[in-house]
Every structure is written in structure tokens, then in C-alpha cells.
């Protein structure tokens, strides 16, 4: 077989970009969280906000290190393996990454040394200034990133003149039709990654380990944050549903395995297997007339399926359909999960259900699967085109040889691998290590003008001056 | 004419402000990942990530801030120039993750540790190198509709020489940078090792410069054949100046250490601004060497220029945020002024 290199690059691009979005999901809501309690720290004096802080800032500083140096990959890859794509879209993206590195990166980067390392050079206070910037960063971060996305989606405001994007209007660009629903069902999605990364592992050590009180605080916060937040999810989530049946209705068609021209009283399909070559599904197992239901708000209303479009205008149905049952099954999940949650508190028994507290400590890596499976219904769910209806992603792949992509691609594939064995590793290594004991906290150094740090200072310079 | 030129001109010194802030900040931490194997104890190599630890994540966000200048303001150059140069983008980004990731995992490891320090001063010298082979492949020019071609066809003696070159310039800064921010024997083996690299970076800076006005003859008419020639040679002798003392300053530092003798600070950080203006001059030099070009010979910045609608966009924001983020930095550094102090915990 012939190796192909658009192919390739296409494989290389998924791999790095999915690579990369596990760790900002992680740490834009986890940026968050520990911003918050810092903050209920300072209010409240309380040592066991300070311990969860101290605690989940190791395991931020080596999510963040990963997202940073994956990131970086994506930034150039877009030049060096879709280099028609950035010639002609550039005027419109690369402003938008700039403002993402000018107003985001930055900020997350400058401050980001401030919050891990500068315990001892700043006071309280201004440490957890810095500790919300960086939070802030991460959000600002996701918002610039996600109106370039966006406008792949949904473009406008935008005309085309000798084959090359130029912008017309930025608010149109920026703010594109589909952009705030993404954007407000991705912030979300981070938020509640974190939320059950911390809940998950809030859970396990109150089964395994003795930081109960801290663990209890943990648990309860997130078990709070999970109830608000994950029906709020579903809210958006159908929103944006509305809209890509409004302005991609081809991807809308495959998320639910529509394959009529137009099919009115569609049925909700809860597992089925779509085949592409006879252009129908197979074992459906379907709830009737539901998909209409939710999508039109009327039993008998009307879908466009994939037919409607020719077959070399269609996405890979299977990918999209399957990942968006997994995302939806997760949030369901998770929904049920923190009602739950919710019960056991009212009923007084929420730190004493061992099976609950097992259950949810299994929950880790459920807001990343939820994450990933959410972009590939989003992104392969946009194919063939890179941006909608415009450009066609295999019209501009870089005419680079086969063997060297081919390269490239197994080297990220055995970095990444390891690095991530590596990453897991050093997490379950800091979560079983556990926080500094609120005795330790205690007796920390906290700010330059600390007693301790002159000592500390008399005593690390002794040994230096009678080397001479 | 000049009006037309204006904004492009604009984001084409921006990108040159970008790359030098890029090549000095990340130039000494990557210095610091070169110089790591000639540290041999567990203490020094400790000390040596946490001079940088603070830092290089910043440092390398400039890296990031010149791709997205290139592809924003000259979406043409950043397309033609991230293709042709795949592979060395491909390798020093391999060597980014690596020395990147090694800061976080080498202080929370034990049996480990050994790779981590691998990683660190393999990832740091890889990328290094790959840029230095990168700048090189630039100046000889590179066949941006030859894709196709062999992936060696850009490895030649002189792109290979600048790789070398420019991982000895970073690691002078790094010399420099430790000699500023460390005390004891690890100051000591800095401005040591310090001296013998100023050496071969003169001598590289040399050895680079007369190649390229051999070879290329459009650079030489440049230099030599125009009124300016003798004001130009003015960046070549103030190098030579920046040298001089920049050497003796390093031989004060072991020799104030040798008598004990009170430690005079000036002579602490003097060495970095100095080795940090070499690295303008040569900079500068390059600038005269190649302007108007972003792909030498092929591809000006005015001609690889995005519409004005995407170069008055960016605008204000790099009006506003660029002052803001050097003010940040600054106070960052500020903050982490003086000895970097081993007994310091970090998160």
C-alpha cells in the first residue's frame, strides 16, 4: 500500500491535538479550583483549604507542564503540515492566536512561577493574586482558541479575495455564530473535569488514606460544583445541539444515524450500527419519535439525514455517532452520580457508603473521556471540510513526502505514549503521597520577611563561607 | 510607498523583537539544559533547574509569540517556511517536550532521576542545535517548492556549523546567567567555562560571517559595496569590545574567588548584559544581511504581508499587551532577584 501522506498528517494532527486537550481540561478548572480555595484560606484562616491548595497544586504544576509543552507542538503544526490551510487562512486564525498568546499565555506563564515557586518571596495575599491570574489566564486562553475553532465551524464576516481569507468584520469572526455555545459548553466541560478528577480522588482517600478532613472538604465541594454543573451542561449542551442542526445539519445527521433525505418523527437511537455502504443503520435500538422531540420540539418534526448531501460530503458516521454516545452516556453518568451524591448528604451517610465512595473514585478520567469523544463528534463530525462548506481539509494538507511525516508521527507517538505512562505514574505517586499535615503547613515559610527564611538563609550560607 | 509599508514594516521588526527576546530569555535556560553534563553532583544539578525553574516557561512562551506573529502578519512566510523546514521544527519540538517536562518530574523523582537529567540536557541541546540548523538552512536558502526533495538536502557543513554555533552561544548565556544568579563552585565552573565558550563563539561568529559573505553574493555586495560600509563596521568592532570585556569580567569573578576577596556584584550580572548585547550585535548583523526577507531571496515580509484588516486587528493589542507583558516579566524577575537559594521550596 502506497502511504499517504495527507493522511498522515491528518493522523498526527489528531493525535497531537487529542494529546493536548486532556490537560487543559484538567487544569482550567483545576486553576480554578485551587484559586478558590486559596481564597476561602485568606478569608477563613482555615489550614485545610490551605492543604487542598498545597495539595492539588503538584498535580496542576505537572498537568500544566504537560498542556505547555503539547501545545507548543500545535502551534507550529498547523505551517509545517497544512501550510496551504494557514496561507490561506492565516489573516483570519493568526490574529486570533495572537491575541491568545498576547492576552493569555503571557499572563498564565509570568504568573504561573509567582504561584508554584514564589511561596516564600511573596506575601499570602499576593500569591493568591497570582493564582487567580493564572485561572483567569486559562479561561482567556480557552476563549481564543475556541473563536478560531468556531469560525471552522460556522465562518462569517469574512470575504475571499484571490483564493485568500481576509476579514471583514472581527466581531463577526470572533463571535461567529457558533462560537458562544461552544464556548460556554467547553468552559463547562473543563470545569467539570476537574471537578470530577478531585472528586474521584477526594473519594479514594477518604477510603484509603488519613487526610479525612481534608478529603471530606474535597469530596463535598466538588459533590456541590457536580450538581450545579452537570445539568447546567446538558442545558448547553442541547443548546448547541440546536445549533449545529441550524448551521450543520450534515453533522447533526450522523451524531443521531439519520440517513433519510428528510425524516419526520425521527426516533432517539440508543445503540445501532451505521453502515455507510448500504446507507442505513443496523440492530437499532430506538426510542420513537424522541430525536424530533428534542431537536424541534415537536414529535412529528422534520430532520435532514445524510442523504441529503453526496456521499463525498459526508463525515465518518460511525466515529461521529459512537462519540457522541459516549460523551452523552458520560454526562448522564455523571448527572446521576452527583443526585446521588446529593441524597446520600441529605440522608447524613455521604462519608460512610463505601460503595459510593469506590464508585466514584473510579470516576477520575471520566470528564476526559466525556472531553475527547465531544471533539471528535465536533471535529470529525466537520468532515470533509476544515472549514465548513469553504475549504476541504485534503485540498491543503502540505505536499510533504509520505516518509517524512510518517517520521514525525511515530516519534510524537512514542513521546507521547511514554510521557503520558510517565504523567499517570508522578499522579498517582503525588496522590498517594498525600498533602503536608496541617502541622507542616504551619511551620512552612510563607513570605520573605518570614522568621524562618533568615535562618534558613544564615544557615544554607555557612557552609559556603567556610569553604574558603 | 512608505505608508503602504508601514504597518507590514511594523510586524516585521516585531518579529525580530520576538525572535531576539526569544533567543536571549530561552537562549540562557536552554544554555543552562547544555551545560548540565559538565555539573556533576546531585546538589549542582538541582541548582541548576532552579535558576530556571521559575522562568523557562515564560522564556518559551516568545517561541510561541513568533509563530503566531509569522502566522498572523505573514500567513504566506509562516506556511512556506514551517514546511520546508519540517524536520528541525519536528526534532527541536521533540526536544522541547522532553526538557520541558523534565523540570516538573525531575524534583518529584527518585530512581528516575538519572533520565530526567537526561532528558533535560539532551531536550535543551537538540532544540538548541535544531534552531541553530534551522537559522543556518535559512541563510543558504531553502527550496520551498522542493518539498519533495531529500530530507538531507538542507544538512550541509554550514547549516551543521551554525547548529554547533548557536548551542555554544546559548550555553555562554547560560554561563553568564549562572555566574549572575549562583555562588561557590558552581559560579566558578560558570565563568570558567564561560571564558573557553566565549572563545569558540568568537571564533564561530567569525567563522559563520566569512562563510556567508563567501557564499552568498548578495549579502557581500550588501556589507562591502555600499556607502554604509564603514558604519557597518562598526557592528563587528563593538562585538569585539563586548568580548574583551565580557572576558576579563569572567577571569575578575575567579580570581575574586581565588582571594576571597569581596564580592563585587557589578561584575556578577555585567557578564549576561554583555554576552546578551553579543547576541544583538550578531542578531543585527543577520538583519542587515537579510532585510526585507523572511524566506531569504524568495519571500520579502511585504510581500508575505496579511491584509490590513488582519494587521490593524492585532494592533492594539500588541500596543497594549506587549508594554504589559514586559512590565510582568520584569516584575517576575524582580521577585526572584539575587542568589536563586537552594533551600527555597518550590510548590
Same mark, same amino acid.
Given at each position: 500500500?502506497?502511504?499517504?501522506?495527507?493522511?498522515?498528517?491528518?493522523?498526527?494532527?489528531?493525535?497531537?491535538?487529542?494529546?493536548?486537550?486532556?490537560?487543559?481540561?484538567?487544569?482550567?478548572?483545576?486553576?480554578?479550583?485551587?484559586?478558590?480555595?486559596?481564597?476561602?484560606?485568606?478569608?477563613?484562616?482555615?489550614?485545610?483549604?490551605?492543604?487542598?491548595?498545597?495539595?492539588?497544586?503538584?498535580?496542576? @504544576?505537572?498537568?500544566?507542564?504537560?498542556? #505547555?509543552?503539547?501545545?507548543?507542538?500545535?502551534?507550529?503544526?498547523?505551517?509545517?503540515?497544512?501550510?496551504?490551510?494557514?496561507?490561506?487562512?492565516? @489573516?483570519?486564525?493568526?490574529?486570533?492566536?495572537?491575541?491568545?498568546?498576547?492576552?493569555?499565555?503571557?499572563?498564565?506563564?509570568?504568573?504561573?512561577?509567582?504561584?508554584?515557586?514564589?511561596?516564600?518571596? #511573596?506575601?499570602?495575599?499576593?500569591?493568591? *493574586?497570582?493564582?487567580?491570574?493564572?485561572?483567569?489566564?486559562?479561561?482567556?486562553?480557552?476563549?481564543?482558541?475556541?473563536?478560531?475553532?468556531?469560525?471552522?465551524?460556522?465562518?462569517?464576516?469574512?470575504?475571499?479575495?484571490?483564493?485568500? *481569507?481576509?476579514?471583514?468584520?472581527?466581531?463577526?469572526?470572533?463571535?461567529?455564530?457558533?462560537?458562544?455555545?461552544?464556548?460556554?459548553?467547553?468552559?463547562?466541560?473543563?470545569?467539570?473535569?476537574?471537578?470530577?478528577?478531585?472528586?474521584?480522588?477526594?473519594?479514594?482517600?477518604?477510603? $484509603?488514606?488519613?487526610?479525612?478532613?481534608?478529603?471530606?472538604?474535597?469530596?463535598?465541594?466538588?459533590?456541590?460544583?457536580?450538581?450545579?454543573?452537570?445539568?447546567?451542561?446538558?442545558?448547553?449542551?442541547?443548546?448547541?445541539?440546536?445549533?449545529?442542526?441550524?448551521?450543520?445539519?450534515?453533522?447533526?445527521?450522523?451524531?443521531?444515524?439519520?440517513?433519510?433525505?428528510?425524516?419526520?418523527?425521527?426516533?432517539?437511537?440508543?445503540?445501532?450500527?451505521?453502515?455507510?455502504?448500504?446507507?442505513?443503520?443496523? *440492530?437499532?435500538?430506538?426510542?420513537?419519535?424522541?430525536?424530533?422531540?428534542?431537536?424541534?420540539?415537536?414529535?412529528?418534526?422534520?430532520?435532514?439525514?445524510?442523504?441529503?448531501?453526496?456521499?463525498?460530503?459526508?463525515?465518518?458516521?460511525?466515529?461521529? *455517532?459512537?462519540?457522541?454516545?459516549?460523551?452523552?452516556?458520560?454526562?448522564?453518568?455523571?448527572?446521576?452520580?452527583?443526585?446521588?451524591?446529593?441524597?446520600?448528604?441529605?440522608?447524613?451517610?455521604?462519608? $460512610?457508603?463505601?460503595?459510593?465512595?469506590?464508585?466514584?473514585?473510579?470516576?477520575?478520567?471520566?470528564?476526559?473521556?466525556?472531553?475527547?469523544?465531544?471533539?471528535?463528534?465536533?471535529?470529525?463530525?466537520?468532515?470533509?471540510?476544515?472549514?465548513?462548506?469553504?475549504?476541504?481539509?485534503?485540498?491543503?494538507?502540505?505536499?510533504?513526502?509520505?516518509?517524512?511525516?510518517?517520521?514525525?508521527?511515530?516519534?510524537? #507517538?512514542?513521546?507521547?505514549?511514554?510521557?503520558?505512562?510517565?504523567?499517570?505514574?508522578?499522579?498517582?505517586?503525588?496522590?498517594?503521597?498525600?498533602?503536608?499535615?496541617?502541622?507542616?503547613?504551619?511551620?512552612?515559610?510563607?513570605?520573605?520577611?518570614?522568621?524562618?527564611?533568615?535562618?534558613?538563609?544564615?544557615?544554607?550560607?555557612?557552609?559556603?563561607?567556610?569553604?574558603? | 510607498?512608505?505608508?503602504?509599508?508601514?504597518?507590514?514594516?511594523?510586524?516585521?521588526?516585531?518579529?525580530?523583537?520576538?525572535?531576539?527576546?526569544?533567543?536571549? /530569555?530561552?537562549?540562557?535556560?536552554?544554555?543552562?539544559?547544555?551545560?548540565?553534563?559538565?555539573?556533576? !553532583?546531585?546538589?549542582?544539578?538541582?541548582?541548576?533547574?532552579?535558576?530556571?525553574?521559575?522562568?523557562?516557561?515564560?522564556?518559551?512562551?516568545?517561541?510561541?509569540?513568533?509563530?503566531?506573529?509569522?502566522?498572523?502578519?505573514?500567513?504566506?512566510?509562516?506556511?512556506?517556511?514551517?514546511?520546508?523546514?519540517?524536520?528541525?521544527?519536528?526534532?527541536?519540538?521533540?526536544?522541547?517536550?522532553?526538557?520541558?517536562? !523534565?523540570?516538573?518530574?525531575?524534583?518529584?523523582?527518585? !530512581?528516575?532521576?538519572?533520565?530526567?537529567?537526561?532528558?533535560?540536557?539532551?531536550?535543551?541541546?537538540?532544540?538548541?542545535?535544531?534552531?541553530?540548523?534551522?537559522?543556518?538552512? /535559512?541563510?543558504?536558502?531553502?527550496?520551498?517548492?522542493?518539498?519533495?526533495?531529500?530530507?538531507?538536502?538542507?544538512?550541509?557543513?554550514?547549516?551543521?556549523?551554525?547548529?554547533?554555533?548557536?548551542?555554544?552561544?546559548?550555553?555562554?548565556?547560560?554561563?553568564?546567567?549562572?555566574?549572575?544568579?549562583?555562588?561557590?563552585?558552581?559560579?566558578?565552573?560558570?565563568?570558567?567555562?564561560?571564558?573557553?565558550?566565549?572563545?569558540?563563539?568568537?571564533?564561530?561568529?567569525?567563522?559563520?560571517?566569512?562563510?556567508?559573505?563567501?557564499?552568498?553574493?548578495?549579502?557581500?555586495?550588501?556589507?562591502?559595496?555600499?556607502?554604509?560600509?564603514?558604519?557597518?563596521?562598526?557592528?563587528?568592532?563593538?562585538?569585539?569590545?563586548?568580548?574583551?570585556? /565580557?572576558?576579563?569580567?569572567?577571569?575578575?569573578?575567579?580570581?575574586?574567588?581565588?582571594?576571597?576577596?569581596?564580592?563585587?556584584?557589578?561584575?556578577?550580572?555585567?557578564?549576561?548584559?554583555?554576552?546578551?548585547?553579543?547576541?544583538?550585535?550578531?542578531?543585527?548583523?543577520?538583519?542587515?544581511?537579510?532585510?526585507?526577507?523572511?524566506?531569504?531571496?524568495?519571500?520579502?515580509?511585504?510581500?508575505?504581508?496579511?491584509?490590513?484588516?488582519?494587521?490593524?486587528?492585532?494592533?492594539?493589542?500588541?500596543?497594549?499587551?506587549?508594554?504589559?507583558?514586559?512590565?510582568?516579566?520584569?516584575?517576575?524577575?524582580?521577585?526572584?532577584?539575587?542568589?536563586?537559594?537552594?533551600?527555597?521550596?518550590?510548590?
Amino acid at each position: 500500500m502506497e502511504l499517504d501522506a495527507a493522511l498522515l498528517s491528518r493522523l498526527q494532527f489528531a493525535f497531537t491535538v487529542s494529546f493536548h486537550i486532556i490537560f487543559p481540561s484538567i487544569t482550567i478548572g483545576l486553576a480554578t479550583l485551587i484559586a478558590i480555595w486559596e481564597g476561602l484560606w485568606l478569608k477563613t484562616a482555615n489550614p485545610v483549604y490551605l492543604q487542598l491548595a498545597k495539595f492539588w497544586i503538584k498535580p496542576f @504544576a505537572i498537568t500544566f507542564g504537560m498542556g #505547555v509543552v503539547s501545545g507548543i507542538v500545535l502551534s507550529y503544526e498547523f505551517g509545517t503540515n497544512f501550510s496551504e490551510f494557514s496561507r490561506i487562512t492565516g @489573516a483570519v486564525l493568526g490574529p486570533l492566536m495572537a491575541y491568545e498568546v498576547l492576552t493569555a499565555f503571557f499572563l498564565e506563564a509570568g504568573f504561573l512561577g509567582i504561584m508554584l515557586f514564589g511561596w516564600q518571596r #511573596v506575601g499570602p495575599k499576593l500569591h493568591f *493574586f497570582a493564582t487567580v491570574v493564572v485561572a483567569i489566564g486559562t479561561w482567556i486562553s480557552a476563549f481564543w482558541i475556541i473563536a478560531a475553532n468556531s469560525w471552522m465551524h460556522t465562518p462569517s464576516g469574512h470575504s475571499i479575495v484571490d483564493g485568500v *481569507f481576509q476579514v471583514d468584520s472581527w466581531w463577526q469572526v470572533i463571535f461567529n455564530p457558533s462560537m458562544p455555545y461552544r464556548f460556554s459548553h467547553m468552559l463547562l466541560a473543563a470545569f467539570i473535569t476537574a471537578t470530577f478528577v478531585v472528586l474521584a480522588t477526594s473519594a479514594w482517600q477518604l477510603l $484509603h488514606s488519613e487526610h479525612k478532613t481534608m478529603a471530606r472538604k474535597g469530596l463535598s465541594m466538588t459533590l456541590w460544583l457536580a450538581l450545579i454543573l452537570t445539568p447546567l451542561q446538558a442545558f448547553v449542551g442541547d443548546l448547541h445541539g440546536l445549533n449545529v442542526k441550524q448551521h450543520q445539519p450534515v453533522k447533526l445527521a450522523a451524531m443521531e444515524g439519520i440517513w433519510p433525505e428528510r425524516e419526520a418523527g425521527a426516533p432517539l437511537l440508543l445503540f445501532a450500527i451505521p453502515d455507510k455502504a448500504v446507507e442505513k443503520n443496523h *440492530f437499532e435500538i430506538a426510542i420513537p419519535k424522541l430525536a424530533s422531540l428534542i431537536l424541534t420540539h415537536d414529535p412529528d418534526g422534520e430532520l435532514m439525514g445524510l442523504k441529503a448531501v453526496p456521499a463525498n460530503e459526508r463525515p465518518n458516521v460511525a466515529v461521529v *455517532f459512537f462519540s457522541f454516545r459516549v460523551m452523552v452516556g458520560i454526562g448522564l453518568l455523571m448527572i446521576a452520580v452527583a443526585l446521588l451524591g446529593a441524597y446520600l448528604r441529605w440522608r447524613g451517610s455521604l462519608y $460512610h457508603s463505601r460503595w459510593f465512595l469506590t464508585a466514584c473514585s473510579y470516576l477520575a478520567p471520566s470528564g476526559i473521556i466525556a472531553v475527547l469523544a465531544g471533539w471528535y463528534v465536533v471535529e470529525v463530525g466537520r468532515q470533509p471540510w476544515l472549514v465548513q462548506g469553504l475549504v476541504r481539509t485534503i485540498d491543503v494538507v502540505s505536499p510533504l513526502p509520505a516518509e517524512r511525516v510518517l517520521f514525525s508521527l511515530t516519534l510524537f #507517538v512514542m513521546t507521547y505514549s511514554l510521557l503520558f505512562g510517565v504523567y499517570l505514574y508522578f499522579m498517582r505517586k503525588l496522590i498517594k503521597k498525600g498533602p503536608p499535615s496541617a502541622g507542616q503547613l504551619e511551620q512552612q515559610l510563607i513570605g520573605v520577611k518570614a522568621s524562618g527564611y533568615a535562618v534558613a538563609l544564615a544557615k544554607q550560607l555557612k557552609p559556603a563561607q567556610e569553604q574558603h | 510607498m512608505e505608508l503602504q509599508l508601514g504597518l507590514p514594516l511594523f510586524y516585521f521588526l516585531l518579529l525580530g523583537f520576538a525572535i531576539l527576546m526569544y533567543v536571549l /530569555l530561552d537562549g540562557f535556560d536552554l544554555g543552562v539544559g547544555i551545560l548540565y553534563p559538565w555539573f556533576n !553532583s546531585d546538589a549542582e544539578h538541582d541548582h541548576l533547574m532552579r535558576s530556571v525553574s521559575h522562568v523557562w516557561d515564560g522564556n518559551e512562551t516568545w517561541l510561541v509569540f513568533g509563530g503566531v506573529i509569522l502566522f498572523g502578519a505573514f500567513p504566506a512566510a509562516y506556511a512556506a517556511i514551517a514546511s520546508s523546514l519540517y524536520l528541525p521544527i519536528m526534532l527541536m519540538l521533540i526536544g522541547l517536550i522532553f526538557r520541558g517536562v !523534565s523540570f516538573e518530574y525531575r524534583f518529584k523523582s527518585h !530512581s528516575s532521576k538519572i533520565w530526567w537529567n537526561r532528558a533535560f540536557a539532551i531536550g535543551s541541546s537538540l532544540a538548541a542545535f535544531c534552531q541553530g540548523l534551522m537559522l543556518g538552512m /535559512l541563510v543558504q536558502g531553502v527550496d520551498s517548492s522542493g518539498l519533495q526533495a531529500s530530507s538531507l538536502q538542507g544538512l550541509t557543513p554550514f547549516s551543521l556549523f551554525c547548529g554547533l554555533a548557536v548551542m555554544a552561544g546559548y550555553a555562554l548565556l547560560g554561563c553568564t546567567y549562572l555566574t549572575m544568579k549562583s555562588r561557590g563552585a558552581i559560579q566558578q565552573k560558570a565563568a570558567r567555562y564561560g571564558q573557553r565558550l566565549l572563545l569558540f563563539v568568537m571564533l564561530s561568529m567569525l567563522l559563520v560571517s566569512l562563510w556567508t559573505l563567501y557564499s552568498q553574493a548578495d549579502i557581500r555586495a550588501r556589507w562591502f559595496g555600499s556607502v554604509y560600509s564603514l558604519a557597518l563596521m562598526l557592528l563587528p568592532l563593538s562585538a569585539i569590545l563586548c568580548a574583551r570585556l /565580557l572576558f576579563r569580567d569572567l577571569g575578575r569573578v575567579q580570581r575574586q574567588f581565588a582571594a576571597a576577596a569581596d564580592i563585587n556584584n557589578r561584575h556578577e550580572s555585567r557578564p549576561f548584559w554583555l554576552a546578551a548585547a553579543l547576541f544583538l550585535l550578531a542578531f543585527a548583523g543577520l538583519v542587515v544581511g537579510l532585510f526585507p526577507y523572511l524566506l531569504p531571496r524568495q519571500l520579502s515580509f511585504y510581500q508575505a504581508a496579511a491584509p490590513d484588516s488582519s494587521l490593524q486587528f492585532m494592533l492594539p493589542g500588541v500596543l497594549i499587551f506587549v508594554p504589559l507583558i514586559l512590565a510582568y516579566t520584569l516584575w517576575g524577575y524582580h521577585i526572584f532577584r539575587g542568589k536563586v537559594e537552594d533551600f527555597e521550596e518550590g510548590y
